[in-house]
């Protein structure tokens, strides 16, 4: 079997390998489809502080159990699954309320440990989620950053009545607009880009703002009638969009505020301008518990998924894969890598 293996940042080669056996309680699969994230960039171009070389990158994985070890009882040879990038230990305080996600010792496939660039390779049975068998691989490979979606937007107890505001419309501000549509909100939607926003007005942003040519702040004193934002999704993530969100005119009173980068430069925040409006800020990683809904919903077919990805590429011409990750053309949203038979 082949795999893909980054050695360091902006090296990586295509490695011939065994195919691995299933021990005790887990399942062999063959891999149908890929989704490239933001990560997966972050870690080929070494800009990743937990990634480990050599590492296969890849946690939107999508694939067909091809064997089962001793023990197996949740899926059997043959299931289409979803595969969770949550690897957690199960046994500490946090995996024991349900909140595997910050596991004491959590580790995020294709970032400390080997993700799914690979014809085929091992999870736990618990770590898989079986799918309708109609649908198609390729959307399947969007029910990870879909669950992402499930959880920030629980996180932030959104419900039909909240006006949010997201900023950023690539692809996670986009699914964070479409699931806060489902559950009815308003959405406003922030971003640079017009072709971004225009997507976004497609599935359903009720009000779009270019923060490049329009002033955030009357905006959305316009579009709320002066309330100001109920929900506050930060999906650009860059240094100051925290602080930014938090201007006064931005946030309604007792506002939850959900940044969903990992910026490590510090913010302009003080004490008053949390506690004058009562706001919350609420932190969110990866997700806990949300791919069979996510699944549910995709079988119910509640989302709009046309549109997200941009380019659809195959396994044998990974090196695409890495040329656009390195220069990303100007037109490029999401990339999906498919797999052969
Ligand atoms: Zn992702
Ligand atoms: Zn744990």
């Not at 595997?100 to 400390?112: L, Y």
Request: aromatic share 6%.
């Amino acid at each position: 079997m082949k795999q893909i293996s980054v050695k360091a940042p902006l090296r990586y080669s295509i490695e011939d390998t065994e195919c691995p056996k299933p021990s005790k309680g887990e399942v062999l699969i063959k891999m149908k489809a890929a989704g490239v994230c933001g990560s997966d960039f972050h870690l080929f171009l070494g800009e990743n502080p937990m990634a480990e070389f050599p590492r296969i990158p890849g946690h939107e994985n999508a694939g067909i159990i091809e064997e089962v070890g001793e023990g197996v009882t949740k899926v059997k040879k043959g299931d289409h699954v979803v595969v969770d990038l949550v690897v957690a230990c199960g046994t500490c305080k946090q995996c024991k309320s349900g909140r595997r996600n910050i596991c004491r010792t959590v580790k995020a496939r294709g970032a400390a440990v080997d993700g799914g660039w690979r014809e085929y390779f091992i999870a736990a049975e618990h770590e898989v989620y079986v799918l309708p068998e109609d649908l198609p691989f390729q959307d399947a490979a969007l029910i990870e950053p879909f669950a992402i979606g499930g959880h920030c937007t629980k996180r932030a107890g959104v419900q039909g009545s909240d006006v949010v505001l997201v900023l950023g419309m690539g692809t996670i501000g986009t699914i964070i607009l479409q699931v806060c549509k489902e559950k009815g909100c308003t959405v406003i939607c922030a971003d640079i880009k017009d072709n971004f926003l225009n997507r976004a007005k497609n599935f359903g942003a009720d009000f779009i703002i270019n923060t490049r040519t329009e002033d955030l702040n009357s905006c959305i004193q316009e579009y709320t009638n002066g309330e100001g934002a109920d929900v506050i999704f930060d999906a650009a993530g860059y240094p100051g969009s925290l602080t930014m969100l938090l201007q006064k005119g931005i946030p309604a009173n007792g506002a939850r505020i959900v940044p969903l980068g990992f910026c490590t430069s510090e913010e302009n925040i003080t004490q008053s301008m949390i506690n004058g409006r009562e706001l919350s800020i609420i932190g969110t990683r990866m997700s806990s518990g949300q791919f069979e809904p996510t699944i549910e919903k995709f079988h119910q077919k509640a989302y709009r998924l046309e549109g997200i990805v941009s380019d659809i590429i195959s396994f044998s011409e990974i090196d695409r894969v890495f040329k656009n990750m390195q220069n990303p053309p100007e037109d490029m949203a999401k990339m999906v890598i498919l797999f052969g038979e």
